[in-house]
């Protein structure tokens, strides 16, 4: 029993130390059946995002998505800001996705993003009483799900853009995290294979051998 209560007074202590290892919740998801390991180009679609006082700002936030991915080393995968494609697409097609209404703007970015980019991610923000980012990523060639990523704020986080900043940073990370986890998957399963190709073709020669040998007899 002593030795229960010590155990729960150690942890007790250390969450007071260190309450930034208990700030948050986050879990990333691989949608079955589906690969990010082709992702070498990730652009930003328009966030889902209201103003709401106190908070930062939808510019803010874009802000930061642009920025925390301008970071992201190159040797990962690159990030291409909305206002890059949205750019693109005026010169290209004539089509100014910022002077539409949404559902029409969105349209013509999932309609164009493959030119700019492997996948494409939807940044989202809801603010009661808990903060939650999500972040969905889609194939730029299919618009299928390939990957989900949600961080829920702890209660006592504040809605700052420092804090919005760290945590699109571990987005970024986590996604190429998951980039690098399946590329190894899909290295180590390839040699597997041709392990099992070159053991096959192995064993084939010496019965073709063995074959000749009996044959020359």
Known sequence: MKKIIHVLLLVLVFATACPSAFAYWEEGKEEEGQT???????????PLYMDK????????????????GAKVS????KVVPYDVIAKGILQTSGKDIYAMAR?????????H???YADAYV????????RT???FEVYSAATNELLYTYQIILAPDDLDTVRTYSDMVSLFYSEFGAAIEK??????????AERKEREKAERKAQREREKAAEAAGK
Do not use: C, H, W
């Not at 006082?53 to 925390?68: A, F, H, R, S």
């Not at 190159?74 to 995968?77: A, L, N, Q, V």
């Not at 399946?182 to 040699?191: G, L, P, Y």
């Open 103 to 111: 559902i029409p703007a969105t349209r013509v970015f999932k309609n």
């Open 113 to 115: 993003v493959a030119e």
């Open 132 to 134: 939650v980012l999500f």
């Open 53 to 68: 006082q106190g908070m930062p700002t939808l510019e803010e936030y874009i802000d930061v998505l642009n920025k925390q």
């Open 36 to 46: 990010v390991a082709y992702v070498e180009t990730l652009a930003i679609a328009a």
């Open 182 to 191: 399946q590329r190894k998957e899909i290295k180590d399963k390839e040699k």
């Open 122 to 129: 939807v940044p989202t923000v809801t603010m009661s009483r």
């Open 74 to 77: 190159p040797k990962k995968y």
